[in-house]
């Protein structure tokens, strides 16, 4: 039962609500084979993310004082035995779509994916010269017992291993938990190498091994003068510490925090290992590195699911068609030029992110651009954006970039494009705990003859995720003065390093920039909206974002809704808000839309007595994003973009193709066309209204 006194669902359970909906859509006949495995992969990897950051913090919030945790209505080892089943009982689907309705689809459209089976014997040419061509010199083998067995010997965080249970020549063994047999690792070197091989075709099929079976074929090349008993794959993580800052008020979190420390609590590792391993094999690992019993996953036939969202494209009839992007901008123009005639609005993937990548390599080489100001989120050196700015650095021109690092780049790769950037003459300030950026924003200041240019950059999303053209997102490349300005300003604030609570005051009136005053605007503007209904006009809210949990937020469209005011959210992953409680949501309608592109812009609409106000935004309503980084969100001025905005949102709305309506209990809904209705789906929807604005189209890409 829910608790009405305390109406805010859990973001964790919210959080598996959605890896729930990526099953409903791999498991949808409608979808294109190779897609449905893709969004297998897409489920992987947020069960993954899942079990990286929530876990650790739940397991830490389980220490915590029972005082501290009826305060907070958590009960963190209840939760965890829900969320071990509820895992469990999606893993177990998991693999039943997979295994059962994926597989033999793939096999019925002429691709065999080698899945727990032997390799055929005709590719035994083919693998020997894979191996020894693309593999062999990636391959790092260690004993892990006998007489050659280094003492320091560790499993390596992140790294993927395959575990090889082996012999000398004897042919009595039998016994698979024998003592007499060696041990050794082998690194499934995936940093180098495809995980999907592409085999020669057979039987007229389509043939693709995992990269570590076809390891596993070669281990006698690995190991010569051994018998190879059996192999199984590893893969060690250690979480990161739980930041309580971003889940927690200060109070609770400082609270916390000094609970923990002093309990002198210790993060366990997760090792996951592959299923069927034997127990003796798992037995040995234990007392071979210290691997405590409660630290193993089990994580199905394979690890590393989520590399299937890279499956390699096969046939045009599994996948979906490719995409036909459409340009604001000609190839051979000036952005800067092409801008001063009038905004950009970009809808991606619908528009191709051409006009991004003009705006930054036209800043680097444009004699009159002497600024460039650049907020990089998540970036690695590998981007087309670090290159135009170390060109811009010596051409002359000023640089400042705030980067985010990207935790999920390696080590050594983040501070030696660093490096590479501050020798090109950049000014770089990297992101601090008190003052992290998660807006995606620039400014580039162009001096002409008339006096200075100023051209802003806003989006919704991180230039790495645009580029790939997987997300839907907008972007708005602007001129207007009260934007630019302001974006100078925040720019100006940024680069003193400083956290935002040394500044009580900065003065953004077209931006809602968090810490400072975003929270508060938009409260005000819900206010705004119950003011309107108490006085019988017409209120409504439309809000299109990828997570909402702000308590405060949350009352606030309680309040809107109680009092008559149409709510409608469109939420991608978590929402702590309750829908259809009753006297208290009853009126209000959650909405989550998954499909071909994974949806990540932020929208939001307040009908404003038929002012009809329209924000983009790059953050979402967390505690997090408002107190504890620096966000933005920018008003939508023009009409024509304004119109094009409120239609992309009534497609969302009104979708009954890929929309599933939440419940009480975050229960999955499918919204269903009814008898004689127009089918709609909002991305498809989405598409079309741009195809109709736009007449120059890009390259198609896939």
Same mark, same amino acid.
């Given at each position: 039962?829910?608790?009405?006194?305390?109406?805010?669902?859990?973001?964790?359970?919210?959080?598996?609500?959605?890896?729930?909906?990526?099953?409903?859509?791999?498991?949808?006949?409608?979808?294109?084979?190779?897609?449905?495995?893709?969004?297998?992969?897409?489920?992987?990897?947020?069960?993954?993310?899942?079990?990286?950051?929530?876990?650790?913090?739940?397991?830490?919030?389980?220490?915590?004082?029972?005082?501290?945790?009826?305060?907070?209505?958590?009960?963190?080892?209840?939760?965890?035995?829900?969320?071990?089943?509820?895992?469990?009982?999606?893993?177990k689907e *998991?693999?039943?779509?997979? !295994?059962?309705?994926?597989?033999?689809?793939?096999?019925?459209?002429?691709?065999?994916?080698? *899945?727990?089976?032997?390799?055929?014997?005709?590719?035994?040419?083919f693998l020997r010269n894979y191996f020894m061509k693309e593999i062999f010199r990636f391959v790092q083998p260690l004993f892990l017992s006998g007489r050659k067995s280094f003492?320091?010997?560790?499993?390596?965080?992140?790294?993927?291993?395959?575990?090889?249970?082996?012999?000398?020549?004897?042919?009595?063994?039998?016994?698979?938990?024998?003592?007499?047999?060696?041990?050794?690792?082998?690194?499934?070197?995936?940093?180098?190498?495809?995980?999907?091989? +592409?085999?020669? +075709?057979?039987?007229?099929?389509?043939?693709?091994a995992f990269l570590e079976d076809i390891i596993r074929y070669n281990l006698d090349i690995i190991f010569p003068g051994y018998k190879i008993f059996d192999s199984y794959c590893i893969r060690s993580e250690r979480p990161s510490y739980p930041e309580l800052e971003d889940e927690l008020i200060p109070l609770y979190a400082s609270r916390v925090g000094k609970q923990l420390e002093k309990q002198e609590f210790v993060l366990p590792q997760?090792?996951?290992?592959?299923?069927?391993?034997?127990?003796?094999?798992?037995?040995?690992?234990?007392?071979?590195?210290?691997?405590?019993?409660?630290?193993?996953? &089990?994580?199905?036939h394979y690890l590393n699911y989520s590399s299937f969202v890279h499956f390699p494209r096969m046939s045009k009839k599994l996948e979906y068609p490719v995409l036909k992007q459409f340009s604001?901008?000609?190839?051979?123009?000036?952005?800067?030029?092409?801008?001063?005639?009038?905004?950009?609005?970009?809808?991606?993937?619908?528009?191709?992110?051409?006009?991004?990548?003009?705006? *930054?390599?036209?800043?680097?080489?444009?004699?009159?651009?002497? &600024?460039?100001?650049?907020?990089?989120?998540?970036?690695?050196?590998?981007?087309?954006?670090?290159?135009?700015?170390?060109?811009?650095?010596?051409?002359?021109?000023?640089?400042?970039?705030?980067? &985010?690092?990207?935790?999920?780049?390696?080590?050594?790769?983040?501070?030696?494009w660093a490096k590479k950037m501050k020798d090109a003459g950049i000014k770089v300030i990297f992101s601090s705990a008190g003052l992290k950026v998660h807006a995606k924003i620039a400014l580039v200041k162009r001096k002409v003859k008339k006096g200075w240019e100023k051209y802003g950059y806003l989006g919704t999303g991180g230039v790495f995720k645009l580029t790939a053209n997987e !997300?839907?997102?907008?972007?708005?490349?602007?001129?207007?003065? +009260?934007?630019?300005?302001?974006?100078?300003?925040?720019?100006?604030?940024?680069?003193?390093?400083?956290?935002?609570?040394?500044?009580?005051?900065?003065?953004?009136?077209?931006?809602?920039?968090?810490?400072?005053n975003m929270h508060r605007a938009l409260i005000e503007m819900i206010d705004r909206e119950i003011k309107h209904s108490k006085m019988g006009k017409k209120a409504a809210i439309v809000i299109k974002i990828n997570q909402l949990q702000d308590k405060q937020i949350i009352d606030k469209l309680y309040h809107a809704s109680r009092v008559g005011v149409s709510v409608t959210l469109i939420v991608t992953n978590c929402l702590c808000l309750i829908p259809d409680l009753p006297t208290i949501s009853e009126q209000i309608v959650a909405l989550r839309v998954v499909d071909r *592109?994974?949806?990540?812009?932020?929208?939001?609409?307040?009908?404003?007595?038929?002012? &009809?106000?329209?924000?983009?935004?790059?953050?979402?309503?967390?505690?997090?994003?408002?107190?504890?980084?620096?966000?933005?969100?920018?008003?939508?001025?023009?009409p024509k973009f304004k119109k094009t905005l409120k239609q992309v949102l009534e497609n969302y709305v009104n979708d009954n193709q890929k929309a599933v309506r939440l419940d009480v209990y975050q229960n999955n809904i499918p919204v269903v066309a009814l008898p004689g209705s127009v089918k709609i789906r909002a991305q498809e929807a989405n598409y079309r209204l741009i195809d109709r604005q736009e007449s120059r189209p890009a390259l198609q890409v896939k």
């Open positions: 039962m829910l608790d009405v006194t305390h109406p805010y669902y859990d973001n964790s359970l919210s959080w598996l609500s959605y890896t729930q909906r990526l099953l409903m859509e791999a498991d949808d006949e409608t979808v294109p084979v190779v897609e449905r495995l893709r969004f297998l992969g897409k489920f992987a990897k947020e069960k993954d993310e899942f079990v990286k950051e929530k876990i650790p913090l739940l397991r830490a919030m389980s220490l915590a004082s029972r005082d501290t945790l009826e305060k907070l209505n958590l009960f963190p080892d209840t939760l965890l035995e829900h969320i071990r089943e509820t895992l469990g009982n999606q893993l *998991f693999t039943t779509i997979l !295994t059962r309705s994926i597989l033999p689809a793939l096999y019925d459209g002429g691709v065999h994916l080698i *899945f727990r089976e032997p390799i055929e014997f005709n590719h035994h040419e003492k320091n010997t560790f499993i390596e965080p992140t790294v993927f291993h395959l575990i090889v249970r082996l012999y000398k020549d004897q042919p009595d063994l039998k016994a698979e938990d024998s003592d007499e047999f060696l041990y050794a690792c082998v690194n499934i070197p995936v940093a180098h190498t495809p995980r999907f091989v +592409e085999l020669p +075709e057979y039987n007229g099929m389509k043939q693709i997760n090792v996951f290992y592959e299923m069927d391993m034997p127990d003796s094999m798992r037995q040995y690992l234990t007392d071979r590195f210290d691997i405590a019993p409660d630290e193993w996953i &089990e994580a199905g604001t901008v000609d190839h051979s123009e000036n952005i800067f030029d092409n801008l001063q005639l009038g905004d950009h609005l970009l809808h991606l993937p619908y528009h191709s992110s051409w006009p991004i990548l003009k705006f *930054f390599n036209d800043a680097a080489m444009d004699p009159y651009v002497k &600024e460039i100001h650049v907020s990089l989120y998540k970036i690695s050196g590998q981007s087309f954006l670090i290159n135009s700015l170390i060109s811009a650095a010596r051409n002359g021109k000023k640089i400042l970039a705030f980067v &985010e690092l990207n935790p999920k780049a390696s080590d050594e790769e983040s501070p030696l !997300t839907v997102d907008h972007v708005l490349l602007t001129t207007r003065p +009260e934007i630019c300005n302001e974006l100078e300003l925040l720019f100006a604030y940024l680069a003193t390093g400083q956290e935002p609570k040394k500044f009580k005051y900065l003065p953004f009136n077209m931006l809602m920039v968090s810490q400072f *592109f994974q949806e990540n812009s932020r929208i939001f609409y307040f009908y404003n007595d038929g002012q &009809e106000d329209i924000l983009l935004s790059s953050g979402d309503w967390t505690h997090r994003n408002f107190h504890r980084r620096i966000d933005v969100a920018f008003p939508i001025a023009d």
